[in-house]
């Protein structure tokens, strides 16, 4: 059962594919906002689903997020989720990229809980 104040931290390391050069984001071997962002949704996402019923997920439909720190590919990053609200199927998080006790990138992030069948369902209508 989802409530307030779970939390969730993954773990992941930086990978050439993780980088802005390879993503189309700039020109640097450095670790890239679009990557980390799919970072912060994807720890969000798990948090979530962990406690939905079959056939429910969730979607990212916000997210307000600072990128402040550079990291190289081999840094080993840590993403915490903390679900701060439900608003009936609107689930509000705070998240928080770190390296070495610095803080990498931080933000607000909403996500939505559908039903997986009736979503694609609408979107093929």
């Known amino acids: 059962m989802l409530r307030e104040g779970m939390e969730l931290t993954l773990k992941k390391v930086v ?18 906002t679009p990557m980390m962002i799919a970072f912060m949704e994807n720890t969000a996402f798990e948090l979530a689903q962990r406690e939905l019923s079959v056939g429910e997920t969730t979607v990212g439909i916000s997210v307000n997020i600072r990128h ?17 609200k439900i608003e009936g199927k609107k689930l509000h998080y705070t998240v928080e ?12 992030h909403v996500r939505f809980i559908v039903d997986e069948k009736k979503f694609l369902e609408n979107i093929k209508k």
Do not use: H, W, Y
């Open 97 to 108: 990229v770190t390296f070495s006790g610095e803080v990498v990138g931080s933000g607000d």
């Open 15 to 32: 990978t050439p594919a993780d980088t802005a050069a390879k993503v189309a984001s700039g020109a640097l071997e450095v670790f890239s």
């Open 68 to 84: 402040m720190r550079a990291n190289l590919i081999g840094d080993e990053l840590q993403c915490n989720a903390v679900l701060t």
